[in-house]
Every structure is written in structure tokens, then in C-alpha cells.
């Protein structure tokens, strides 16, 4: 990992996305260390705040997480009428669980996270991120998301997963059988949210997600939105739905005073119905076209 | 400049975004040279086809370069109901010209480019974005935007700046005189279009840039758009018109015919209208609020 470190930059290697590299100056090394399934970094950028890193990929930074957690938790939460029983999958950081538990609609929220030692991690380093974790409303379960969901019949009104990129310990969680998995541990009316990663990156991922998720649910969507500490600057946000109505729209619109008090500061309504109309190159990505030129380069 | 290609790799270094860095893997260095003005680079990348490169800052790759020039032009194009005389302050590379041309209403269009150089390396290097420099609606004047904007009463019907960062040869392009010129160089009902940087990096910039122009303008908006190889992934384009009808929406819709014929990648009517909501942490920052808590850090 020493290499990553090069006079105090911290360099991000995937081979994901080759040719490409983001950087961030680094102050200080707060934790570094190997759990049972990955490499855990959190340090003190010089200009992004505390930062957490996986497997030597970012996964969160102070000044920008905001974004992500608003957009994974609030995009589904408010397209479904009455999300009472939330899973999350992944998502061990506690961002997109603190968020969940700012709808008073939501009973009950379990996150199934396999590896413990991110969320202790992330308590000691980042709590601002952890707020949630001993909520109430709150179960925290320790297990392989695919493996975990095998059990569950009808139980979710909502199920986010929050992995990480389509390799190693998440790849399962972009295979068909896994989306066969989540339908069925929904209620009728549920839906579900993933991270997708970008259009520009990832068109045959996107591709192949959009033709799946459409065999398997009745309502599919795509969402992309501004992330600047992700690769190529922006996430996409994956949603299918057991209802027909359009996922573009808020089934719940939140009031002004209400996002004042969820202490929004990335998601709106509005933002809802902007993000998920995409560039005309993202749109056939997904969507299909009899255009063979769908891919941006 | 040798040291930005350690082991192959172009890194990007600009004292405007400390503490983060974008890096591209080189294949061959094409051109590397100064002009009177500014150091010019062009090279192969591996992922990112050619990359222009001006005093050490990205302003165009070969994959993705299409988004940057699509709402520079087509953005303020559309939203004007009869753009006929065109000025590009800036934009040397051809790359918005290019798309400039692509509509008929288009009469005349002047490329105000203070540097010759980067168009004689464009040309030579990245043909794909000079195709319309030799075009007969065209014509080429090498001076400094502010000087020849001095000479110009009601010229225009829409004027672009595509200028870089708000430093060095730039940086008057984003001081208050500069917003008065090109007012007086507008026609009645015209407007201006300014890549304006992005939320995340520049509040400071975006407030000021907002208060000033809606003290010259009856109509101001900003949008933001997905731009991988800019900082932060994104860029904001600065709206400003003479006339009152809202920006956020085309005043020529461009049918799904049109679209295809321009060739179009990025653009799309819906995207024009999407583009212009903004996250609310940016939207306070750009319009205002009584919130003292403005910046995203």
C-alpha cells in the first residue's frame, strides 16, 4: 500500500476503470489495516476531509458524501407511498442508514453488512458517518448479502444496496440472481436502489443491467448524478420498482421544511425528477437503441 | 513539464484545486511546445484517445470533449428564438465552433481567439474538432476577448465565452467589466453562455459570478453538467439573456430529426431543462439564501 503514498498523495488503482487516475494530498494516516475480506484506509486529506478507502478504491470523503448517501437513501425512499421495513445491503459505513432513518415512515431498518470491521473502523474515524448504527429502528447483521437474502420472503418495503464497485467482494451483487433475490424478498409495491457506477466507465455493465432488471421488474430507472470523488465525477443509481408508477417522480414529495430538517443539502424534488434524465449516449446505453453507436468512445 | 510524465502518466497540476489531482496514462506525447501566450501539450492517452493540454490543465480529450462543446453552444443556441450572428471569445480548438455551425439559423459566426498557436497545434493534431474553422459562415480574429468586445455595440445575438480557468490569460474573463462589454456587444434579446467551473471547487466564484450578473442581466441562470475529465466530473455553464424568458427551458426544441442529423451525443431538450436544477447546497450558493451554511466543507 506504500506505493499508494508517494510523497503524501494518496493514489487511487483499480483496474475498473485503466488509464485513469484521482489523487488526494494526504495529511495523515488514521488507520490502515487488513479485515477478513479487504484493505481498510481511513486518512485525513488536506482538502476532502477524512477520507475511507477500500481495497484501494475511495469510497467516502468528508466534504462529498453527501451526495452519494443523500441520493441512495432518499431517491427510493420517497418513490415508495409507505417504506416501513428498509434493508440496506453493504453500506457497513453507516452513511446511507443515517439518512434512512431521517423518514419518520421507516419502522425498521437492518443492515446486512459482511465485513464488521468497516463499521468499527468507521465509528472511531468517521463518526459523523456511524450516527445511526445504535438507533432503535436499527439491526445490524453481519452476513453475505446474496446469502442473507435467500432467507427473505416478502419482507422489504425497500431494499438499497450499497456495495462497492463490480469486483471482489461485491461482484455477486451485479449478477442476475441477485436481482431475482431482492424481488423476491420485497413486499408487493417494493423496489430497490443500487449504485451502478458511471455511463462514460461502465456502458456494458449499464447495458447489461437495464436488459436484465427489465425481464425481472416492471419499472426500471436510471439516475446519475454529480459525485467528485468517484470515477469520472459522478455515480449511478439503479432503481426498479414492483409498482408502475414512474420512478422519476417522488411518490412522496418532501416539503421545504421537511429537507431543512433532514439537513438536506444535495437532494431535492426537483433534483429527483433532473437526475434521471440522461445524455442522449447514457440514454441508449441503458435504454437500448437500434443505434450501434452506443458507446461514447 | 517532464515531471507531470512520471512513469507515463500526465498529471494534472493547477493551484486552483489544491490537494487533488487527475491523471491520465500517456501513450505519445504529439506536441509539446510554448506560445506567446501559454504552454501547449497534446498527447495520446491510453483510455482517454488525444488530450489538450494548456499550462498544465486538461481542456479537451478525444472521448469526452463532445459533452463540453454540445452545452456550450447548444445550450445558449436554443434558448435564443433566432440566433443568427454568433461570437466565440475563446475556443480556439474549434471544438464549440464546431457545434455552433451545425444550425442554420447561424449566419455568421467570429472566433475571437487571443492565441493562433492552439488552433495551428488543433489543427494539426485534433482535426476532428477544427472541421468548421475553414466553414464560410466563419471568420477567425486573434485578439484578446475584452479588446475586441470594446469595439462592439449590438453585434451579437449570442456570444460564448469559452475561455479557460479564472486564472492567468483568463482571468479577466470573470470580472464584472468583462459582463458589462459583453452586455453592449449583445443585440436586444440576445445572451451569453461562460463555462463557469464547478459548485464543489469554486462557491466563492459562483456567488460572485450571480450577484453580478443579475445586476446587468434580467435573466441568470447556471447549469451543471457531467464532464469526466474536469475537475470534480463536472462543469457549470453560466446563462444570461437580454430577454426574460426563463433559460431553463429551449425556445427551439430540437426534434429527435434534428438531434440525429447534428450528430448530437450529449444534448437532448429534456437534458437542457435538467441541467439547470442543481443540488441545494449549489443552488444556495449560485441564487442566494438567508442559510449561512453555503459551502458543501
Chains 1, 2 share one sequence.
Not at 449504485?195 to 446519475?224: D, K, M
Request: a negative charge.
Amino acid at each position: 500500500m506504500m506505493d499508494a503514498f508517494a510523497s503524501n498523495w494518496f493514489t487511487e488503482t483499480c483496474p475498473l476503470f485503466p488509464g485513469q487516475r484521482f489523487s488526494l494530498q494526504v495529511q495523515e494516516v488514521l488507520y490502515s489495516g487488513r479485515s477478513d475480506h479487504q484493505d481498510i484506509l481511513v486518512f485525513q486529506s488536506k482538502t476532502y476531509g477524512r477520507v475511507l478507502v477500500l481495497d484501494g478504491v475511495i469510497q467516502c470523503t468528508e466534504r462529498d458524501e453527501f451526495a452519494y448517501q443523500e441520493m441512495m437513501a432518499h431517491l427510493p425512499l420517497t418513490s415508495h407511498p409507505l417504506p416501513e421495513d428498509v434493508l440496506i445491503v453493504g453500506g457497513g459505513d453507516g452513511g446511507v442508514l443515517r439518512e434512512v432513518v431521517k423518514h419518520p415512515e421507516v419502522k425498521r431498518v437492518t443492515l446486512c453488512e459482511i465485513d464488521k470491521e468497516v463499521t468499527r473502523v468507521a465509528k472511531l474515524h468517521l463518526p459523523w458517518m456511524t450516527t445511526a448504527i445504535d438507533h432503535d429502528k436499527v439491526t445490524v447483521v453481519n452476513a453475505e448479502g446474496s446469502t442473507f437474502l435467500r432467507e427473505k420472503q416478502h419482507s422489504y418495503d425497500v431494499i438499497i444496496t450499497d456495495g462497492s464497485d463490480p469486483i471482489g467482494p461485491a461482484k455477486s451483487l451485479f449478477e442476475e440472481n441477485y436481482y431475482e433475490l431482492l424481488k423476491q424478498a420485497l413486499k408487493p409495491g417494493g423496489l430497490i436502489c443500487q449504485q451502478t457506477e458511471s455511463p462514460w466507465l461502465f456502458p456494458h455493465l449499464l447495458r447489461n443491467l437495464g436488459t436484465i432488471c427489465r425481464q425481472i421488474y416492471p419499472e426500471v430507472r436510471l439516475a446519475v448524478a454529480s459525485m467528485p470523488t468517484y470515477p469520472c465525477g459522478e455515480m449511478g443509481y439503479l432503481l426498479c420498482s414492483l409498482h408502475t408508477k414512474p420512478l422519476n417522480e417522488p411518490q412522496r414529495v418532501l416539503t421545504e421544511v421537511q429537507q431543512q430538517e433532514m439537513g438536506l443539502r444535495f437532494y431535492t424534488p426537483e433534483m429527483h425528477k433532473a437526475v434521471f434524465t440522461l445524455p442522449s449516449f447514457a440514454h441508449k446505453i441503458f435504454y437500448g437503441s437500434n443505434d450501434s453507436e452506443e458507446k461514447p468512445n
